[in-house]
Nanobody, 125 residues
Framework: QVRLVESGGGLVQAGGSLRLSCAAS????????MGWFRRAPGKEREFVAF????????EYADSAKGRFTISRDNGKRTVWLQMNSLKPEDAAVYYC??????????????????WGQGTQVTVSS
């Protein structure tokens, strides 16, 4: 069982930055690929970013490219999402998720086995 706990959300003005963290409670954290997803009010949860088990591969949703950066430290069992140049449309609950190290397609929710409880990001215009 993997427990994921997100933190770092909050209220920020448009153009500002936030750094989300996701701490995992499993010693074999390096066995898991990690993703960030978000759900805005009235919308379905959507993929934001992915990082492979060793950090060697990252992928981003088009909306995140050039503004967001995903990273991880397996020794600290933590994955981060650095979000810059935030826009009001980035407001959502952000979730981290853990999937197998040989994950196939990285965007579908079904590929991920474990989920955190989410952290709220609010962006004022």
């Amino acid at each position: 069982q993997v427990r994921l706990v997100e933190s770092g959300g909050g209220l920020v003005q448009a153009g500002g930055s936030l750094r989300l963290s996701c701490a995992a409670s499993v010693r074999t954290f390096a066995n898991y690929a990690m993703g960030w997803f978000r759900r805005a009010p009235g919308k379905e949860r959507e993929f934001v970013a992915f990082i492979s088990w060793d950090g060697g591969t990252t992928e981003y949703a088009d909306s995140a490219k050039g503004r967001f950066t995903i990273s991880r430290d397996n020794g600290k069992r933590t994955v981060w999402l650095q979000m810059n140049s935030l826009k009001p449309e980035d407001a959502a609950v952000y979730y981290c998720a853990a999937g197998p190290d040989d994950i196939g397609s990285v965007t579908p929710e079904d590929e991920y086995e474990y989920w955190g409880q989410g952290t709220q990001v609010t962006v004022s215009s």
